[in-house]
């Protein structure tokens, strides 16, 4: 008898009564002090003498980890409530509350590194060779590194605090946007208005006439709110330019590549082999026009189904489906899938209210995760929901360890979803159960391979130009549609008959602010975590500790550090990503054949 599962997610575990929990409320008071007493402790420690030094500093750095803890705990919190609900006017001050303590602590953690610059060599070697502060040697002479490159401490904290209403508040408002969009659409003869989320799910209908209507709907509406929009990213990117000006950094790439813990060589051999596979993407996209009866692909036919498979699967079925193909990799990882659907940590429910999109978000003090997406019963769906298990996974794995490594990185996080993700799809093709189900199922793999190569790195290029117009002033939103649908025709070799002007405005990953171009790392990831999966078929049952112990390893060395000590490759050499490409190929090829 197959389980069956919740898909609201249990938040009250963590803090019961939503926005308005007392409890909730306590643990930000509570936090508020600890930041305080952390506060106190590092000015402590810059007294401290040479012969007081190491157990001063063990202490210290046990309740930065402590409270970094709770301050992710807490962002963890609201950022579900305000997910679960874009009109709860309670969690957004509640986000702005926590966004305070953020800085407040930023500011105390400024403090502290200027006392990592301070120490001299000799001290500062013996420090990390500490046997309790050895483990933490990695996270350490990083923030060591950077805080040398940045701004004295007193002007880094300004920033930090300005940034609260500035910075990061073009980031609430693009939120606020969201929010109040709603899409008219007509179903069963009622017409219903949709949030940006349902609407996204209903241009992904086999129906082209439904699509496109509603497509032409989504561009209107989001070009209704472009003015908004543009502000947001004018001053977004305005402010970023100016901080890095005066950090003196020449490169805007400098922070995201520092982020990630990868060299500007490593992301420019992936995308040279990227670049060499265009062709054969271009051909793909070609025969499924072909198939879907047009002459070229629009923008929101690139991700519309093939076939007549409308086969919908049930949010039980799809948790059934990934609990086993994941235990066909490991044991482990099919219990903690089990454990997150039982316990109801998914909140997947289609309903209107919600924010677009997808995420998992950690909770290190409660030791869970919570997933969240809106589950409509196709096989995109099923994928999406493999990979955020992936993420929770990742973090799982990482739970004993001690704080400061435990602070992976976008590109690492994304490896182990797409991982996640890839044993679910790869097993959904294997298991068709005829030619045309079999078509529809590839197809939506190769779906994602086009959305890393192509839809990705149109970002990419739309974001490095837009920052190279931003730097001679502010940027108009006919420019920005143009900008955007440039980036579009080079990413996708110009093989689309239409184009998506107003994405800049509609796609979250341009406004967040912890994270500058958040794009190429799911590209990085889904090529590095093909890598591992071909990996894990080719050993079997004794990969499954491997992986986990890359996974534990992820916040503690340099990506290409990780990828010689675990798989034995350069990835710094368009070699090693020309290989995790051919695999993508050989997709398309089987697609081609089977659709001749």
Not at 42 to 58: F, G, Y
Not at 93 to 115: D, F, P, R, T, Y
Not at 207 to 234: I, P, T
């Amino acid at each position: 008898m197959q389980a069956h599962y919740n898909p609201v997610w249990n938040m009250d575990s963590i803090f019961p009564g939503g926005s308005e929990s007392a409890e909730f409320a306590a643990f930000l008071t509570q936090l508020e002090k600890n930041i305080g007493l952390l506060g106190d402790q590092v000015h402590k420690a810059k007294e401290a003498t040479e012969q007081d030094r190491l157990p001063v500093w063990r202490e210290l750095l046990a309740s930065i980890q402590n409270t970094s803890a709770q301050l992710r705990e807490a962002g963890a919190y609201v950022s579900c409530l305000t997910a679960q609900n874009v009109h709860d006017e309670t969690a957004k001050l509640l986000s702005g509350q926590v966004k305070n303590l953020s800085a407040a602590l930023g500011a105390v953690i400024n403090i502290w590194e200027e006392q990592l610059l301070a120490l001299p060599e000799d001290a500062w070697n013996k420090l990390v060779a500490d046997e309790a502060i050895k483990p933490l040697a990695f996270p350490l002479n990083e923030r060591r590194r950077r805080a040398k490159e940045k701004l004295p401490v007193e002007q880094e904290i300004l920033a930090n605090d300005l940034a609260i209403d500035g910075y990061h508040a073009w980031q609430d408002l693009y939120n606020t946007v969201v929010g109040r969009i709603a899409i008219p659409h007509e179903a069963d003869g009622k017409v219903k208005q949709l949030s940006v989320g349902q609407a996204d799910n209903v241009m992904h209908s086999p129906d082209m006439s439904v699509r496109q209507e509603m497509f032409a709907k989504w561009e209107a509406a989001w070009g209704k709110e472009a003015d908004l929009c543009a502000h947001a990213l004018n001053h977004l990117g305005g402010f970023r330019l100016n901080l890095y000006r005066h950090r003196g950094w020449d490169s805007i790439m400098k922070e995201p590549l520092d982020i990630n813990r990868m060299s500007e060589q490593t992301l420019d051999a992936m995308w040279s082999a990227i670049n060499e596979s265009k062709e054969k993407l271009v051909q793909y996209l070609n025969r499924k026009a072909k198939l879907l009866g047009m002459a070229k692909l629009g923008w929101v036919d690139v991700a519309a189904p093939v076939g007549k498979v409308t086969k919908t699967v049930t949010y039980d079925e799809g948790a059934a489906f990934i609990i086993e193909q994941f235990g066909r990799f490991s044991p482990k990882m099919a219990d903690f899938a089990r454990k997150a659907f039982e316990q109801r940590w998914i909140e997947a429910e289609d309903r209107a209210g919600k924010r677009p999109g997808g995420f998992c978000t950690s909770f290190p003090v409660s030791k869970q995760s919570r997933i969240f997406m809106t589950y409509a019963g196709n096989a995109s769906n099923v994928s999406t929901l493999a990979h955020e298990l992936g993420h929770a996974y990742h973090q799982h794995v990482m739970n004993d360890l001690p704080q400061m490594v435990q602070g992976y990185a976008m590109n690492v996080a994304e490896t182990a979803s797409t991982f996640a993700e890839m044993i679910v799809s790869d097993a959904a093709v294997k298991r068709a159960e005829s030619r045309e189900e079999k078509i529809a199922l590839l197809e939506d793999k190769i779906q994602q391979t086009v959305a890393f190569f192509m839809n990705i790195q149109a970002r990419v290029i739309f974001e490095k130009n837009f920052y190279a117009e931003r730097k001679k002033g502010l940027v108009s939103k006919a420019k920005l549609n143009q900008l955007m649908e440039d980036a579009q025709k080079e990413a996708f070799n110009d093989s689309l008959s239409e184009y998506h002007p107003h994405f800049w405005a509609s796609k979250l990953h341009f406004y967040i602010t912890t994270y500058p171009f958040y794009n190429f790392p799911y590209t990085f990831g889904y090529l590095f975590s093909l890598s591992i999966y071909a990996r894990a078929l080719s050993e079997g049952a004794s990969f499954e500790q491997k992986y986990i112990d890359l996974l534990r390893d992820t916040a503690r060395m340099t990506v290409e550090e990780l990828a010689q000590k675990h798989l034995d490759v350069d990835i710094t050499k368009p070699d090693f990503w020309r290989a995790a490409v051919k695999l993508t190929v050989q997709d398309v090829e089987e697609f081609l054949q089977l659709t001749e």
